[in-house]
């Protein structure tokens, strides 16, 4: 969808968990080719539930991390199949770990560059002003 040009969010300390941050975040953000995501974050919810969806006109494309399935979701056929089943979620880190090792030691490329990770904290820190103003924030 490219990049983010606007984030819009709502995010504040909704419970009574003692946090010294916010525990709950709903984060809009328009793209540059029009499209839109959002994000919902909390430390609110008591059972673990982590999932993505890249949702189109054409299907909607779902991922849970606590089972490791990958399903889509055919809106022509109208039916859910599975892609993808099942991994060890903590082969992810581990190998994360590795190609840092690799970066540091055999001067490998970064799988994500320090100009993609400065996006995103951008794109975190515009959230955190949204928030703060109740204003839609706009980026570069």
Known sequence: ????KSVACFAGRLSSLGVDVEDSADILMRHENGGMSNIHMDFI??????????????GTIRWSFPSGVVELYSARDRKWRTIYQGCDTNVMYVEEIRQFIRCVKEKETPLVSGEEGKRTLEVALAAKRS??????VKLG
Do not use: L, N, Q
């Not at 969808?1 to 983010?4: A, H, K, L, P, R």
């Not at 928030?131 to 839609?136: E, I, M």
């Open 131 to 136: 928030a703060a103003s109740g204003k839609t």
């Open 45 to 58: 919810r008591r059972d673990y539930f982590r999932i993505c969806e890249i949702v189109g006109e054409e």
């Open 1 to 4: 969808m490219g990049e983010v």
